[in-house]
């Protein structure tokens, strides 16, 4: 059986525009090769905008370290589609456009989810940079992008700063002084069942836990009532993904709130979690096996 792993010419070895952080890709491929091995399957390595790629010869094909999608959303979830049509893929491109827009927060705030509030700014201005401040009661303010990744196209800001350009849609959170003082909270997932947690902090000074920004991260045993509030974002999905990493910060009165539900390409961190490529390989035989 064979496996395509959708990457991207920023993450793959060789590539002259590999990005800082695709040691990350790395450790993946070092995760999952020997355990899809062990199980008669071949893991491969494609960009998913390559266009000379058969996918109909893969018995699936796995969302990977696909780290320039943001830049061409519509390309990406139609390239999504045509692999759909020729085989299996995880997660489906439907959950994938459904989570690649940050709006997919609301929709689980309604279903219940315990998120920071947020307010969504399809086109800034000064009055609306200005009028988040009072709106959210806040001095700091974290804005993002809509459609987006990894910080990118994201700021801190001050209600005296001088407002950048901003051509995106924006989401606009309070700033949460525990992603400096305590980390974020990660717990990945494989099938519901969690494979490891862990918590990123930033470096001092910073408040963006990425590796690429010098970001650190340290495996954990979760307290049972985090673990639980991880457990009850995946129950406001309607269906259980392959995978999914649950983002969370602590508020102020000691619960978790949740930062990001990421079901495109998240980075698992399997250097936090030794059983993750077993899980997977485990998981991707039996759906192959049950087509």
């Known amino acids: 059986m064979k496996v395509a792993y959708l990457s991207s010419q920023v993450t793959q070895p060789g590539s002259p525009i590999r990005r800082s952080d695709a040691f990350e890709h790395d450790y993946m491929m070092r995760a999952l090769r020997p355990e899809f091995a062990e199980r008669g399957m071949q893991i491969l390595d494609i960009c998913w905008d390559n266009e000379s790629a058969d996918w109909s010869r893969f018995d699936a094909a796995l969302i990977g370290t696909t780290w320039d999608y943001w830049d061409r959303p519509d390309e990406f979830l139609k390239t999504l589609e045509s692999i759909e049509q020729q085989t299996i893929l995880h997660n489906p491109a439907s959950l994938v456009r459904w989570n690649s827009h940050k709006s997919y927060l609301k929709e689980l705030a309604d279903r219940g989810a315990n ?5 969504w700014i399809d086109e800034m201005t000064d009055a609306r940079y200005l009028q988040a401040f009072d709106t959210l009661q806040s001095e700091k303010l974290v804005f993002k992008r809509q459609v987006g990744a990894g910080a ?3 700021h801190l800001l001050s209600r005296d700063d001088v407002r950048p350009d901003m051509p995106h849609a924006m989401m606009v959170q309070p700033f949460v002084s ?11 997932f494989v099938e519901g069942t969690l494979s490891h947690a862990l918590i990123k902090r930033a470096k001092k000074g910073d408040y963006r836990i990425q590796s690429s920004y010098g970001g650190q991260e340290e495996a954990i045993t979760p307290a049972a009532s985090d673990l639980q509030a991880a457990r009850d974002v995946l129950t406001t999905l309607d269906d259980v993904p392959l995978y999914a990493r649950v983002d969370m910060i602590r508020h102020e009165d000691g619960s978790l709130l949740l930062m990001e539900l990421e079901l495109i390409e998240p980075y698992l961190y399997p250097e936090q979690g030794p059983r993750l490529g077993e899980l997977m390989a485990k998981a991707i035989s039996a759906r192959i096996r049950a087509r």
């Open 115 to 119: 998120l920071i509030p947020t307010l």
């Open 152 to 154: 990118a196209g994201q």
């Open 178 to 188: 525990a992603i400096q003082t305590e980390g974020e909270y990660s717990f990945v």
